[in-house]
């Protein structure tokens, strides 16, 4: 079966630190990882997508990906208390096979 | 980035009664789209699968009969909860791909309709 991992937190930073969010999956065919933010009582909303090894770099997000070691990450520099919620990793399969599997997402709280 | 809208954002409604409620990619087509479940402080589920112009593919242990799927365009998909039970009272949250044949294509989520069964 498919997983994907995450550590459900909370991950506590201060505002202005960098936050690290990692995601580990079993599929090593996968295709494609996304990035999605929730806050409580919302829908996901995406942050990032990357399909390459390497970094990719938004803003103050920047997602890597080490498909060699079955890791994908995200980090948020200069955390904001509005970057409080939860964050969601979701796996794309190979194939162009629409179906991801979701992490359980780590909750981050930035504290003021 | 590409929208997908639901509607109704919230709704209340007596036992035994149905739902229904739609998604819509509002800049892009999506032949197909995804329903998920989110019960509080749990993670997404899925649901189901919905074709257009075909039979929707359910998720193991989701009842056919009780969340009807139907996405009869190409911008549309409906899901009706059928005799509505408060067990059934949790976020429903559609997506839907802008492509679906690329790696780089991208999973968008409407914004969810909460369903209070009481």
């Known amino acids: 079966q498919k997983e994907v991992e995450q550590n459900s937190g909370p991950l506590s930073v201060p505002e202005g630190a960098i936050a690290s969010l990692n995601c580990t999956y079993s599929d090593r065919g996968s295709q494609s990882f996304f990035w999605y933010r929730q806050y409580s009582g919302k829908s996901p909303e995406l942050i990032m997508f990357?399909?390459?090894?390497g970094d990719k770099e938004d803003g103050r997000f920047t997602a890597q990906l080490n498909k060699a070691s079955q890791y994908v990450s995200l980090l948020i520099r200069d955390s904001q208390p509005s970057d409080s919620a939860t964050y969601l990793c979701?796996?794309?399969?190979?194939?162009?096979?629409?179906?991801?599997?979701f992490g359980i997402g780590t909750k981050l709280q930035v504290i003021p | 980035g590409a929208v997908v809208s639901q509607h109704p954002s919230r709704v209340i409604c007596k036992s035994g009664t149905s739902v229904k409620i739609e998604c819509r990619s509002l800049d892009f087509q999506a032949t197909t789209m995804f329903w998920y479940r989110q019960f509080p402080k749990k993670s997404l589920m899925l649901m189901a699968t919905s074709n257009e112009g075909s039979k929707a593919t359910y998720e193991q242990g989701v009842e056919k009969d009780k969340f009807l799927i139907n996405h009869a365009s190409l911008t549309l998909s409906t899901l009706t909860v059928t005799s509505a039970h408060p067990e059934d009272s949790s976020f429903y949250i559609c997506s839907a791909w802008t492509s679906g044949r690329k790696s780089t294509d991208t999973q968008y989520f409407g914004p969810g309709t909460r369903l209070t069964v009481l």
């Open positions: 979701a796996v794309r399969p190979s194939g162009g096979y629409q179906k991801v599997t």
């Open positions: 990357i399909y390459s090894n």
